[in-house]
């Protein structure tokens, strides 16, 4: 057994800062005592920086109070140098972020809510969009302006489509946005049945989707763009999925084909428009339908100066552009700093004042692909990185020294993107800080000190206990690093995607020095709970309880301790603690399978004297009680 001591608790001393934290309950709650005080972020991921006023040790890190469920895992960095942006937004956190406001002009457009189901956003309102398999929110959804050619996109029962080999169609399915009677049947009498729409998109090359999902059969499905003289075979299964395929043909006619006859399948939402990927569902009755460009944008700015700086962006690439299109500008007084999209799917960064003072391109990202780009500036210094590699730098231009007025994202020449993050710094970056902020999964500067990912609950632990045992457990996440570490600015990242709670939450972090007793807890060292509950008797004799959580409380004794461990550790403990400070109990350091249970954090219920053994050797008695 291997005893671990925590003290004190440095955290109170940091200055907190985090996006996605809940106004209610925010952050500065983690500085209190009280662990029912949470400070709670609004969505299953979350992260926040802490910063001390000069470099602080951390021996022991623990996250007391929290909700992580078994799925849970958590993240401390350390820092060399303030990695602090001066600005970030997070879009992954299901709302957007205060301060920005969105364009659309006149037209709704779709995407998909946490439930996994497509809702409609009104004209001027942004898209917070999540996989609809998965229901992982992706970011805010940025595209231009797109026209689904056609009509009746859910009623196959429309004389638009032209059915052969197949009963009459019926509006009787529930479509992708869950509402009854609003998608279409198709059953096949025949083999090669098939089910067309003619459109006239105005261009090539057009790509065709939809959304199917098998009801009975096992044949053969196919969708074409071509009016069946190329198809392509799609996978069904019960659950709606996306498919889709392009042309460069114009023969004007899209369409699905059940090539086995009895076969029962259901379409929604088709789709045909300008490209060769498909953007967010159109929906279509009688008419073609434009969905308007977005552009957002945020005018609080002001903080920022040309002349020296950094903007880092993190996101998915939809749909490259069918020409250079700005994807993120930051403007200032005169001069802009702006990223784009090539066709190519280079991203090209440039700084304009009075004339283009910069353009550098990198990445090459198919559709589909995650990015993270990073863009530096500074007099004579223009860098820029795409998923942690650099362009060719660009050391001569000259700067503005305006404050800065507004970010806008945005889409243009079919582009479409999720952004997932923007952050702004206000001095260049170093090539190995910006290679690593470039990063599509994990934007931030190199830490000096990097835990990695840690299970917020043993892993032996939950294999080993059933739901019940677990249920109600006050744990401790804790982390022992292999060596003290001491850094000035630390990051904790939280995530738990399957938190039925719908959010992480934490009461109170710790972090202090790590003391382990050279020699452990003596035989007949306790650990209980104990009742705070009341109980009247009535004169009847019936019982009535009042039930209150108990706290867990550890006594043990620990002997034969060196002069300097004692006068060092125990009665510096009890000078720095008293009987009010907190103090981080683990009862052993390599168990795995009862150390949610053996592991609180506390204070010292009362403060015993040293003992003397002989002149070198002292024993010492612990109490310590947990905190609530």
Same mark, same amino acid.
């Given at each position: 057994?291997?005893?671990?001591?925590?003290?004190?608790?440095?955290?109170?001393?940091?200055?907190?800062?985090?996006?996605?934290?809940?106004?209610?309950?925010?952050?500065?709650?983690?500085?209190?005592?009280?662990?029912?005080?949470?400070?709670?972020?609004?969505?299953?991921?979350?992260?926040?920086?802490?910063?001390?006023?000069?470099?602080?040790?951390?021996?022991?890190?623990?996250?007391?109070?929290?909700?992580?469920?078994?799925?849970?895992?958590?993240?401390?960095?350390?820092?060399?140098?303030?990695?602090?942006?001066?600005?970030?937004?997070?879009?992954?956190?299901?709302?957007?972020?205060?301060?920005?406001?969105?364009?659309?002009?006149?037209?709704?457009?779709?995407?998909?809510?946490?439930?996994?189901?497509?809702?409609?956003?009104?004209?001027?309102?942004?898209?917070?969009?999540?996989?609809?398999?998965?229901?992982?929110?992706?970011?805010?959804?940025?595209?231009?302006?797109?026209?689904?050619?056609?009509?009746?996109?859910?009623?196959?029962?429309?004389?638009?489509?032209?059915?052969?080999?197949?009963?009459?169609?019926?509006?009787?399915?529930?479509?992708?946005?869950?509402?009854?009677?609003?998608?279409?049947?198709?059953?096949?009498?025949?083999?090669?049945?098939?089910?067309?729409?003619?459109?006239?998109?105005?261009?090539?090359?057009?790509?065709?989707?939809?959304?199917?999902?098998?009801?009975?059969?096992?044949?053969?499905?196919?969708?074409?763009?071509?009016?069946?003289?190329?198809?392509?075979?799609?996978?069904?299964?019960?659950?709606?999925?996306?498919?889709?395929?392009?042309?460069?043909?114009?023969?004007?006619?899209?369409?699905?084909?059940? *090539? /086995? @006859? #009895?076969? &029962?399948?259901?379409?929604?939402?088709? !789709?045909?428009? %300008? $490209?060769?990927?498909?953007?967010?569902?159109?929906?279509?009755?009688?008419?073609?339908?434009?969905?308007?460009?977005?552009?957002?944008?945020?005018?609080?700015?002001?903080?920022?100066?040309?002349?020296?700086?950094?903007?880092?962006?993190?996101?998915?690439?939809?749909?490259?552009?069918?020409?250079?299109?700005?994807?993120?500008?930051?403007?200032?007084?005169?001069?802009?700093?702006?990223?784009?999209?090539?066709?190519?799917?280079?991203?090209?960064?440039?700084?304009?004042?009075?004339?283009?003072?910069?353009?550098?391109?990198?990445?090459?990202?198919?559709?589909?692909?995650?990015?993270?780009?990073?863009?530096?500036?500074?007099?004579?210094?223009?860098?820029?990185?795409?998923?942690?590699?650099?362009?060719?730098? *660009? /050391? @001569? #231009?000259? &700067?503005?020294?305006?404050?800065?007025? !507004?970010?806008? %994202? $945005?889409?243009?020449?079919?582009?479409?993107?999720?952004?997932?993050?923007?952050?702004?710094?206000?001095?260049?970056?170093?090539?190995?800080?910006?290679?690593?902020?470039?990063?599509?999964?994990?934007?931030?500067?190199?830490?000096?000190?990097?835990?990695?990912?840690?299970?917020?609950?043993?892993?032996?632990?939950?294999?080993?206990?059933?739901?019940?045992?677990?249920?109600?457990?006050?744990?401790?996440?804790?982390?022992?690093?292999?060596?003290?570490?001491?850094?000035?600015?630390?990051?904790?990242?939280?995530?738990?995607?399957?938190?039925?709670?719908?959010?992480?939450?934490?009461?109170?972090?710790?972090?202090?020095?790590?003391?382990?007793?050279?020699?452990?807890?003596?035989?007949?060292?306790?650990?209980?709970?104990? @009742?705070?509950?009341?109980?009247?008797?009535?004169?009847?004799?019936?019982?009535?309880?009042?039930?209150?959580?108990?706290?867990?409380?550890?006594?043990?004794?620990?002997?034969?301790?060196?002069?300097?461990?004692?006068?060092?550790?125990?009665?510096?403990?009890?000078?720095?603690?008293?009987?009010?400070?907190?103090?981080?109990?683990?009862?052993?350091?390599?168990?795995?399978?009862?150390?949610?249970?053996?592991?609180?954090?506390?204070?010292?219920?009362?403060?015993?004297?040293?003992?003397?053994?002989?002149?070198?050797?002292?024993?010492?008695?612990?109490?310590?009680?947990?905190?609530?």
């Amino acid at each position: 057994m291997t005893l671990a001591l925590g003290f004190p608790n440095r955290f109170s001393n940091a200055s907190l800062s985090g996006v996605g934290w809940t106004t209610g309950l925010p952050l500065s709650y983690l500085g209190t005592r009280q662990l029912s005080q949470v400070a709670r972020a609004i969505s299953t991921v979350a992260s926040f920086y802490a910063s001390f006023s000069s470099a602080t040790e951390a021996g022991m890190i623990g996250l007391a109070g929290h909700n992580l469920s078994t799925a849970g895992d958590w993240r401390v960095r350390g820092f060399s140098s303030d990695p602090r942006p001066t600005y970030e937004a997070n879009f992954t956190q299901g709302q957007l972020p205060s301060g920005w406001t969105c364009t659309r002009s006149g037209a709704t457009a779709t995407y998909f809510g946490s439930d996994g189901l497509l809702k409609t956003a009104a004209a001027d309102t942004a898209r917070i969009t999540h996989d609809p398999a998965t229901r992982e929110c992706l970011g805010l959804l940025v595209e231009a302006s797109a026209v689904n050619a056609l009509t009746y996109a859910r009623d196959g029962t429309n004389a638009a489509w032209s059915k052969t080999g197949m009963s009459a169609p019926t509006l009787s399915a529930t479509g992708i946005d869950g509402v009854a009677n609003t998608a279409t049947r198709l059953a096949s009498t025949a083999i090669n049945a098939k089910c067309s729409h003619t459109h006239s998109v105005g261009g090539t090359p057009y790509v065709f989707s939809v959304w199917l999902r098998r009801v009975s059969g096992t044949g053969a499905i196919k969708i074409s763009a071509d009016n069946f003289a190329t198809t392509s075979t799609v996978t069904l299964t019960s659950a709606w999925q996306r498919f889709e395929i392009s042309s460069s043909s114009g023969a004007g006619v899209v369409g699905i084909q059940i *090539d /086995t @006859s #009895g076969d &029962v399948i259901e379409f929604d939402y088709a !789709q045909c428009e %300008l $490209g060769s990927v498909a953007t967010s569902p159109i929906l279509t009755t009688s008419s073609t339908v434009t969905r308007n460009a977005d552009s957002i944008a945020n005018t609080g700015m002001s903080a920022l100066n040309a002349a020296t700086g950094a903007l880092v962006m993190t996101g998915q690439l939809l749909r490259r552009p069918t020409a250079q299109t700005s994807a993120a500008t930051l403007a200032f007084t005169t001069p802009s700093a702006s990223v784009s999209f090539e066709s190519s799917g280079n991203l090209t960064a440039i700084y304009s004042n009075s004339g283009t003072q910069c353009s550098i391109s990198t990445g090459g990202l198919a559709n589909g692909a995650a990015y993270g780009c990073a863009f530096s500036w500074a007099a004579n210094d223009y860098r820029f990185a795409v998923n942690g590699s650099q362009g060719t730098a *660009d /050391t @001569s #231009g000259t &700067v503005g020294s305006t404050a800065g007025s !507004q970010l806008t %994202l $945005g889409a243009g020449s079919q582009l479409a993107h999720i952004v997932k993050s923007v952050k702004l710094y206000a001095a260049a970056k170093a090539n190995a800080d910006l290679n690593a902020l470039a990063s599509a999964t994990d934007s931030e500067h190199v830490a000096a000190y990097d835990s990695g990912w840690v299970d917020a609950w043993p892993a032996d632990w939950v294999s080993g206990t059933t739901a019940e045992e677990r249920s109600g457990v006050r744990g401790v996440a804790i982390l022992n690093p292999a060596s003290a570490q001491t850094y000035q600015y630390w990051r904790f990242d939280l995530t738990d995607t399957a938190n039925t709670a719908g959010y992480v939450q934490l009461g109170r972090v710790f972090m202090g020095t790590n003391w382990r007793p050279d020699r452990g807890a003596a035989t007949g060292a306790t650990l209980g709970y104990e @009742s705070r509950s009341t109980t009247t008797e009535a004169d009847d004799g019936a019982e009535y309880h009042t039930e209150r959580r108990g706290p867990r409380v550890a006594r043990f004794n620990i002997e034969a301790q060196t002069q300097d461990e004692a006068m060092r550790k125990v009665l510096e403990m009890q000078r720095q603690l008293g009987s009010t400070g907190e103090v981080l109990f683990q009862w052993d350091t390599s168990d795995t399978l009862y150390q949610p249970a053996r592991t609180f954090l506390g204070r010292l219920r009362s403060l015993s004297p040293l003992t003397a053994i002989n002149s070198n050797l002292w024993s010492a008695s612990f109490e310590i009680k947990e905190l609530l």
